[in-house]
């Protein structure tokens, strides 16, 4: 009985995203999936400078800072912008998985020192009251069941004037994907509606509102031309949706994006995301 309901829930791709058990162990087991999907913008986002690169940017980090990441999967943000840690720094990465810590652990090489890691869920943060002055969710916050309950951890790890970054998709996010996935009956994880619900672009700000001051969002402008199909199956093949591709049509659909890139020379598909920045005030929340 209990299976059938998670597969439902799984064939729903609702429950599950926030299904912690599916996360920790399935989905984000290691960082095979993510990479996948990682890869696809990495390779063929007409904004050239890259997500990770961006996100940085934004971040106001000053010399001998304390940050924490929550769901930090492999470390991909300070991976790519080691060369740009302003002195004195501690990165705390925290994640729900310890495969992806390890992975955190082993792309950042000999300079995983200068992290500290641990396993953590977002809900239940090992740490003191105003313990950091940088709280960073990338990516995350939809996955987490309690929302409320993580947001007052990390504003409760915050010091006062600490700031807080929240990267998240919105409506328009990989539009096109998921409609041509649904002529072929599958079915993305977080589509419009659910990504507004739980934790979107469109309902960051009045969902931080409570906790937070100061709350802004920036966009990371650009789309996908994508030109080679292989790439974009396995993104697709990382997600849920692998379970409605089976057999024939796994095969149709392949073949659905090479006629588009025969015909067209390139799939063009629509990217909805950037990250809500806010300041953690004086006042109790
Ligand atoms: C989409 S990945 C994003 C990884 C990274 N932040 C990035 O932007 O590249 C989501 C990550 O959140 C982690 N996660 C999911 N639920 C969590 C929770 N309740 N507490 C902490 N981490 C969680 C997953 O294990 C996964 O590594």
Partial sequence: MRAMHTEDNRALGSVTMREQDYLKHKQYRDASNLNARAQLHARFSANRWGWHRWVFDQLRLHPGCRILEVGCGPGMLWRENL?????????????????????????????????????????????????????????????????????????????????????????NHMRELHAWLAQFGARLPLGASLIERSFGLGTGKRLLAPWFSEVRLERYEGHLDVREVEPLMAYILSTTAKADLVGEKLEHCTGFFEQILREQGAIRISKDTGLLTAVRGEESA
Avoid: W
């Avoid at 069941?145 to 929240?166: H, I, N, S």
């Fill in 83 to 171: 060369d740009r840690m302003p002195d004195g720094c501690e990165a705390i990465l925290t994640d729900l998985s310890t495969g992806m810590l390890e992975e955190a652990r082993a792309s950042l090489g000999p300079t995983a020192t200068r992290f500290r890691m641990a396993a953590a869920d977002a809900q239940h943060l090992p740490f003191p009251d105003e313990h950091v002055d940088v709280v960073v969710a990338n990516h995350m916050l939809y996955h987490v069941p309690d929302l409320e309950k993580a947001l007052a951890e990390f504003r409760r790890v915050l010091r006062p004037a600490g700031r807080f970054y929240a990267a998240t998709n919105g409506r």
